[in-house]
Each structure stands twice: as C-alpha cells, then as structure tokens.
C-alpha cells in the first residue's frame, strides 16, 4: 500500500482547486439546507472538525511550543494562515485587556470568483470554525466571528477572535 | 492486569509527576517533565502543545529517544492518524496501516539497530 503519492508539495498543490472545491461544497449546501443560517453553522461544524486535525499538522510542522499570551496565539495564527492559505492577514485592533485582536486581510483565497447573494450566508465561516477548533486542542477557549466581510461591500475582512477561558486538563479519576 | 487498567494507571501516574514537576521547580519549566531513570529502564515522555502524550520505556543507554519520539508524532502519528479521517481524535487507534508503518520505523531507528545486532 503507496501513500508516497499522497504527500503533496504545500508549494505545488494548486489553490484554486480548494478555491472551486469550497465553491462547490457551500453552493451544494445552499441548495440542500436552503437556511443560510444553517448553512453557516454547517461550515462552522466542517471548519472545527477541520481545525481539530489541523492543529497537529501545525503543531508537527512548526514545532511550536503552547501560547502563554495571546500575542503569542496571535502570530501563530497569523503563521497558520500564511502556511496553509498562504495568506497575510494583519493583527490589529487589541483591547485594552489583551484578550481580544482583530485579524484583517483584504484578499482571501477561498472567496476568489465569489458573488454573494444577499442573504446572511457567511461564505467563509469554516475559517473561524477551524480557529476555534484548532485552539480549543491547545487548551483555548475561543470565540470567532466576523466582524466586516469584503463579500458584503466592505474593503476589507476583519475577524474578531476573543479569549473566554483556559481549558484545564482532565483530571483522572480519584486525583484531586 | 488488563491493558485498560495498565492505561489508566499510567496516565495517573504521568499526570502526578506532571503536577509534581510543575511545582518542585524552582524555575519555570519550559518542557514539563521529560523522563525518569530506574535500575532497569527509562521512561521518556513527550507532551505536545495540544496534550497528545507519547512514553517509551527504553533501556538505560538509549540516545535521542526525545527526538524519535517527536519524529513519531511528526511523520507516524500526524501523518496515519490525523490525516486519516477514519480514526477518531481521541479514540483508541485500530489502523492497521498505523501500526504497520510505527512498527517498521521503529525498527529502523538508529537506537533498535544498534541493540539488534
């Protein structure tokens, strides 16, 4: 059994065929689902599903070591998306506690070739899915959430990720 | 005793000596815990960022253990087991096609070969 074919290239694989593959999958769920509010939950869940593993392969890849700040969280994320969807989103906009920042980048490669209907679809809603997902394995609890899209007529996409709680280790049974 | 009971046990006992590591250290600890030495074996132990735990018991002479076992979670585990959408995160793994290819890099590590021959 030869999985030597299945190791692609991150340099050689071609973007638009995630583009057109993503393209297909939210026009196929329009269609099925027709709620775009379920639509976008359904792109949440896939996006979280999708972080879950991901953050391994980041992990293996990037040799990181856990985020004590969220600085920290933030220019690995800003990493992420550089390694995965060659992408480079700005940090910006931190609250005044530190546990709030803006990602804004004014091109994303999974809205190329996009018109959006006006109808509450969010298009990209599997990105903060797979935020969440990916730093809910490295004990984060995070929020994730658009705050402008560039789909619906603004210049550029901002999305907001917000800091809740650390999540503890699971404490085996009998130990305090 | 069963495997299951000897899982748990484990995982008790590497969350005690995590715990106990964190707070003896009179410095903050980078890495956490890394292994543990008796008479006839050492324990090697590495924890990801995101809590997968790898332990391997060697002999006492082996070398580099904590590199193979970053190996083994780079290119094994990452590789057969996240990559494969039929193993559950956070189920016991039954791929074959993991432990075939865990099985055969092991064997090859530098520190099986030298014990081998």
Known sequence: MSRQTSRLDAKKVNSELLTLTYGALVSQMLKEIENPDDVNKQLERIGYNMGVRLIEDFLARTTSNRCLEMRETADKIQQAFRLYLNMQPTVTSWSSAGDEFSLVWDQCPLSEWVEMPNNGLKYCALIPGAIRGALQMVQLDVQCWFVQDQLKGDTVTELRVKYIKRLEDAVPAGED | ?117
């Open chain 2, 1 to 117: 005793m069963s495997r299951e009971e000897e899982g748990k046990l484990m995982y008790g006992m590497l969350f005690s000596i995590k715990s106990f590591v964190a707070k003896i250290s009179p410095l903050d600890p980078k890495d956490g815990f890394l292994n543990y030495k008796t008479s006839k074996y050492t324990l090697h132990c590495l924890e990801t960022p995101s809590g997968i735990k790898f332990v391997m018991n060697t002999d006492n002479q082996a070398q580099g253990v904590r590199e193979l076992l970053k190996k083994i979670y780079g290119e094994i585990y990452v590789k057969y087991v996240v990559r494969n959408p039929m193993c559950g995160i956070g189920e016991p793994i039954t791929s074959e096609l993991f432990k075939n290819k865990l099985d055969t890099f092991i064997k090859q590590a530098p520190l099986y070969t030298v014990r081998a021959s």
